[in-house]
């Protein structure tokens, strides 16, 4: 018998209420921001080398190769929860939602592409003449999803929905193709056994959501889904890691083949079951942990960034070449293909957000780690420059965001007072 996570979510416990506020973004984004901002205060502070330390413990079983840091944890294992969250969001929006349409849903796909190309173009057109940094054009393409929406959040408390649902796709896209990047251009090989055996697991996630044959009788069984699910998704998860490929993609992955229609005799689907037990933890644990293992950065040599054409074409390639790239390849794309923008949002609102995808953080300091492993020099500067670009991004995110959420604020307003003159 499997459990209704849905029925405990009208209990008004202690927990229940802290989990029901879990499930906001907004208080979700405050904890991933506090967090981060801990990290880089305790980092650049005289006990900055505590908090290396920290961070470098390992832990794990070594003959599973498991014997991982506490930020590889953090990045790789507790980040895929948050992505199958994300994936599992996407799904619903796939199926029921607003990318249920094909014309909206093309749209954040090639934004994404487009935010992927140019700020790599401009990092690689002022690195031209560099030998020893033009290899890292890889690393302003990534957006940092978690930190994105977590900004979106707490600057655009009324901004329409779809602009968030736009930015979640996009996001996703976007990291994909990073982890692409890295495969191909920054990884020496992929175990292509162990990434087979991984896809077998998600094949088999996928069948078991169908609901049929072995699915069925799991449903029907007195055993809870969770004693299955649970540990094939560990095991997936493990597979994916062995292979060389980044393992949040597991996340993605599962996420997207989660079952959103509910079979009879069911209370609810499986996606938004597992989505109301899954949210809570995803932004009150596995969010701030990430954060406050991967934004402890060393602010070192802010000034010597801008002569440093690694860490100069970072900056502009972020909060440029992303702004450029999404918001002017959205509109090229509407004016040329049958794609079309949300009625509820405006080309204003897509350039905010485009900017906000200009935080770099996780995968652009992975792919630091890789370009510049044999430069400790360029190596401070990317990652300085990583953070820069990411402060800069969401300073200028927030003021068009919070200027557009204070517009849709007075429109909302203005609205329930003339239904309110009409009643009257």
Known sequence: MS?????????????????EALRSDTVGGFLLIGAALVAIIWINSPFGGVYENLRSVTVGPESLHLNLSLETWAADALLAVFFFVVGNELKQEFVNGELRNPRRAMLPIIAAVCGMIVPAAIYAAINFSSPDTVHGWGIPMATDIAFAVAILAVVGRNLPPALRTFLLTLAIVDDLGAIIVIAVFYTSGIDLLMLAAALVGLAVFGYLQRGKGL????????????????????????????????????????????????????AHDPSHGVEQILRPWSAGLALPIFAFFSAGVVIDGMGAIVSDPASLGIILGLVVGKAVGIAGGSWITTKVTRAELNPSLKWIDIVGMSQLAGIGFTVSLL???????????????????????????????????GARSRHYKGMMNALAEQERGDRG
């Open 215 to 266: 699915a069925a009788a799991l449903n029907a069984s007195r055993l809870p889904n969770w004693v299955v699910y649970v540990p094939l998704a560990a095991l997936i998860w493990v597979l994916m890691h062995e292979s060389g490929v980044h393992a949040t993609i597991a996340g993605v992955a599962m996420g997207l083949l989660m079952r959103t229609k509910a079979l009879p005799g069911e």
């Open 367 to 401: 792919i630091s780690e890789l370009s510049f492993a044999g430069s400790p020099e360029h190596l401070a500067h990317a990652k300085t420059g990583v953070l820069a670009a990411s402060l800069i991004a969401t300073a200028l995110a927030a003021v068009i965001l």
């Open 3 to 19: 459990i209704d996570p849905l029925a405990h979510s009208t209990s008004r416990t202690p927990l229940a209420r802290l989990a």
